[in-house]
């Protein structure tokens, strides 16, 4: 038999992904979903989760049509907790930040209604969003700052940027 390298351990016992996020302060809660007589019950945040002490200033959803691309973005102040509740995205994130020890990182994690988890991203991180798959998907973000309509804060790059070492399309 032809030497090879064996797999390195993905899921526990549980069937829980083992891919701790490559990014300094973000965080990822994959979450199981609860079969009911009539369907399934899927929790999106818990303040005892403990992913955060940050408060939920606002809650919106972003609707992307299949192969939709956000482009890069990231903020000075606001923490994002992104869910993706139908279809499924790939979070591209992008660690901007020069002090942090995981400055220049790119990490990726698919989520959707298959594969539930809700991914916290600081403030300096960039991130991007593609729908992957053929219907529509559906994003929730719980931010923990409302957004500020006379001044955002929201910075954004084109998803082929060459300031980031991956490209979104």
């Known amino acids: ?38 369907g399934y019950l899927t929790e999106v945040f818990r303040d005892e989760w403990d992913l955060d002490r940050l408060p939920v200033g606002q809650v919106f959803q972003r609707t992307m049509y299949p192969g939709a691309v956000t482009g890069w973005h990231a903020h000075k102040v606001t923490h994002d907790r992104l869910f993706c509740c139908v279809g499924s995205v790939r979070i591209s994130l992008y660690d901007g930040r020069k002090a942090s020890p995981s400055f220049g990182t790119v990490w990726h994690k698919i989520v959707g209604a298959l594969r539930p988890a809700i991914i916290v991203i600081p403030p300096g991180v960039w991130h991007g969003v593609t729908a992957l798959g ?26 082929d940027t060459d300031h980031i070492p991956y490209k979104l399309v």
């Not at 994959?30 to 009911?36: D, Q, S």
């Not at 053929?134 to 998803?159: M, Q, T």
Request: net charge negative; charged share 25%.
């Open 1 to 38: 038999m032809a030497m090879g390298m064996p797999d390195r351990q993905t899921v526990t016992s549980d069937w829980l992904a083992i891919d701790p996020p490559a990014i300094d302060g973000v965080k990822v809660k994959e979450i199981r979903p609860v079969a009911t007589s009539n």
């Open 134 to 159: 053929p219907e529509i998907a559906l994003l929730l973000n719980l931010v923990d700052k409302a957004y500020a309509y006379d001044a955002p804060d929201h910075w954004r790059l084109p998803p």
